[in-house]
């Protein structure tokens, strides 16, 4: 029976994230699925940024490619296009998939390929010291704000949403079951895919905005969590301060490479 540790590099371990932080969560989460799906660790393909979620990939025993700042997504488009047959997972933080990366994931969304992205949202660049990112709520103080944070925060969901992606759904790391569910719906999705996984940080963001210990961190998050079906039923003041969870959106149309492949065949045929 295979189980998540046959995709695991325990050699590896211990990892190097912070006491509290809950990228093993989702780590350990990423594997079960694989697990869950019985595949062969030759058919998955990793693409990962740089970043503190960046290193996910030090620790799983698959194809694993880790890029430049914000790029992991066109090589991940480059390489579910090249061979269609493989499961491709991409992992980034926020601030190399939303902030750096911003523009790819957009793109990624609009063509719907057939990409399944993770992104771990900590509020910050969690790995070179707690500087703001674009999800960073306004108002919170960061070693780049110290005098509070005078941006306006985009939602992930939202963007992707409003982009064109296929599937999208949001989890935190209180709630692993949901998360894999999650992460495994995604994979089911032909297209493209993205979960949202809100991550605490008591290193920097945290401990910036004194919201206590990590498990002080993990209690807020299950507080604020709200299903979608309860949410669908909240005001927008209501909602304010919440974490909307579940699936977002969940509409198949067909993917990128699915309709190019549709061209070429009938090019084919003419010729």
């Known amino acids: 029976m295979v189980t998540y540790k046959d995709y695991m590099l325990f050699s590896k ?41 960046g290193r996910v990939d030090d620790y799983l025993d698959i194809n694993c490619m880790h890029v430049t700042h914000g790029r992991a997504l066109p090589a ?23 902030t750096i990366g911003g523009n790819h994931l957009i793109h990624a969304a609009r063509r719907n390929v057939n990409v399944t992205a993770v992104i771990a949202n900590n509020y910050n660049y969690g790995q070179t010291g707690g500087q703001y990112s674009a999800t960073t709520p306004t108002g919170s103080i960061t070693s ?19 982009a064109g992606a296929s599937y999208v759904a949001r989890t935190t790391t209180y709630n692993p079951v949901q998360m894999r569910k999650l992460i495994r719906d995604g994979f089911a999705n032909q297209g493209f895919s993205l979960i949202e996984v809100m991550v605490a940080c008591p290193t920097h963001y945290g401990r910036y905005n004194r919201l206590g210990e990590a498990a002080d961190m993990m209690r807020k998050m ?20 919440k974490i909307m969870v579940g699936c977002l959106v969940n509409r198949p149309r067909p993917d990128y490479y699915s309709k190019y492949k549709k061209i070429i065949d009938e090019q084919t045929v003419e010729a």
């Open 76 to 98: 991940a488009t480059g390489i579910a296009l090249a061979n269609p047959s493989l499961h491709v997972l991409v992992t980034m933080g926020d601030g190399d998939g939303t």
């Open 13 to 53: 371990l211990p990892h190097t994230w912070c006491a509290g932080c809950g990228d093993g969560i989702i780590l350990q989460s990423i594997a079960a699925v694989f697990a869950e799906m019985q595949w062969d660790k030759h058919d998955i393909a990793l693409v990962s940024g740089i970043g503190c979620f």
């Open 222 to 241: 299950k507080e604020q969590s709200v299903p979608v079906e309860a949410a669908e039923k909240m005001t927008e003041e209501e909602l304010k301060g």
């Open 144 to 162: 780049t704000s110290p005098y509070g944070h005078i941006e306006q925060n985009f939602d992930v969901c939202r963007l992707a949403e409003a």
